[in-house]
């Protein structure tokens, strides 16, 4: 049980990564809204994770030999990728709407990733406080 | 007086063995809380080193601080438990009246 | 790379939006300066000035992962290049032998466009700085 816990701990603090590489990625695309063949740059990790992590699915195993189904070790690290698209004459590639509400849903998805850490951590701390 | 008939018989009386030395039942457990020592000092030393990137200003994430500041912390506060609990049964075996 | 980075983005973004409006700013306040500078010893008129900017980031481009997201930053002011406007105006001391005045080449219209350009962008690169400061705020509450 302490495995799945900390394997817990360790996917989320790969999100929290992810989200605060996607925050660095964010405001460069923000403050280049206006440079000339300026690509914008995006963090991809969630896809990643879909794939790597399958979180209903776990087999039973009646003996520690038999094979894992269903649950994996590797945690995917987040990719930063460049787009392709141009939206204005000058060769600029950054939408500033998309930006700013990739922006918003981010900071919240980050705030969300912390309190759930820290309820894990609180749910530890407890487990080892009671009498 | 020839005492060699007892003798004999003497001889083919069971003997009390020698109770067998107790186990130590310690090894298992003190194996298990020298692990738990190990992984909280780990941690403490992963802690430590992160700080020391925050302050010199590396590359590092504050979340990874944080979070490796609680995983200290939390193996700590285990082990301490984990300790008190042994000291505490112990003292309790050591209370036992025969 | 610190874990102040997107706040330094954020920051340069702002010093490069502050920066275009000075510039948009000197441009209206000069739209009818017709003696700009004294060039060979005839007055010019002023010229337009530009921002240049782009994007800071390390020129490698060998390994796309391993680019640095820097932020944006001035390069240069230059001025455009476009010709004067000639307004036909005899009266004024500055108008020629045919009575034209070589007004400088600042267009309002355009100038309030890029005003507000400037603004919004300054504005947006404000909320991502508080963004990502409300994530490290947030970063340190974990386990408090």
Redesign the interface.
């Known amino acids: 049980m302490g495995e799945k816990m900390n394997q817990m701990i360790g996917i989320m603090s790969r999100a929290?990564d992810a989200?605060?590489l996607r925050?660095?990625?964010?405001?460069?695309n923000?403050?280049?809204?206006?440079?000339?063949n300026?690509k914008s740059?995006k963090v991809s990790f969630e896809e990643m994770l879909q794939k790597e992590v399958k979180s209903q699915f776990i087999g039973h195993r009646s003996n520690a030999k038999h094979v894992l189904i269903g649950e994996t070790d590797q945690i995917p690290s987040p990719?930063?990728?460049?787009g392709n698209a141009v939206f204005q004459n000058s060769g600029n590639g950054v939408d500033?709407d998309y930006?700013?509400t990739k922006?918003?849903e981010?900071?919240i998805w980050?705030?969300s990733l912390?309190y759930g850490?820290?309820e894990e951590?609180n749910l530890l701390k407890t487990a080892i406080r009671a009498r | 007086m020839n005492i060699s008939a007892i003798q004999a018989f003497t001889n083919s009386l069971p003997t009390i063995n020698k109770p067998q030395s107790t186990t130590d039942s310690s090894p298992s457990f003190g194996a298990m809380l020298n692990q738990y020592i190990q992984d909280a000092n780990g941690a403490v030393k992963d802690f430590e080193s992160k700080s020391l990137s925050?302050a010199k200003?590396?590359?590092?994430?504050?979340?990874d601080v944080?979070?490796a500041?609680?995983k200290a912390?939390i193996a700590v506060s285990l082990t301490t438990q984990v300790r008190d609990k042994a000291v505490e049964a112990y003292q309790e075996m050591m209370r036992m009246q025969i | 790379?610190?874990?102040f980075?997107?706040l330094s983005?954020?920051g340069?973004?702002l010093t490069?939006n502050r920066l275009k409006l000075d510039v948009v700013s000197s441009n209206l306040a000069n739209a009818n300066t017709t003696r700009g500078q004294l060039v060979n010893g005839e007055w010019v008129p002023y010229r337009r000035k530009m921002v240049e900017?782009?994007?800071n980031q390390s020129t490698s481009f060998t390994n796309?992962?391993q680019?640095e997201?820097?932020?944006?930053q001035v390069n240069k002011i230059v001025e455009d290049k476009s010709p004067f406007q000639a307004v036909y105006d005899p009266s004024n001391p500055d108008s020629n032998e045919q009575g034209y005045v070589m007004m400088p080449n600042v267009d309002v219209t355009k100038e309030m466009v890029d005003l507000m350009?400037a603004t919004?962008?300054y504005e947006?690169?404000v909320?991502?700085?508080n963004?990502?400061k409300?994530?490290?705020v947030?970063?340190?509450?974990?386990?408090?």
């Open positions: 929290l989200s605060s925050q660095k990625s964010i405001s460069n923000i403050a280049n809204v206006n440079t000339p300026f740059t990719k930063l990728e460049q500033l930006e700013m922006l918003s981010n900071t980050y705030q912390a850490l820290n951590f | 925050l200003g590396e590359a590092i994430n504050l979340h944080t979070i500041a609680q912390s | 790379m610190s874990i980075q997107s983005i954020s340069s973004a490069a900017v782009t994007a796309l992962l680019r997201l820097s932020g944006v350009a919004r962008s947006a690169n909320t991502a700085f963004a990502g409300s994530m490290l947030k970063a340190l509450e974990i386990g408090r």
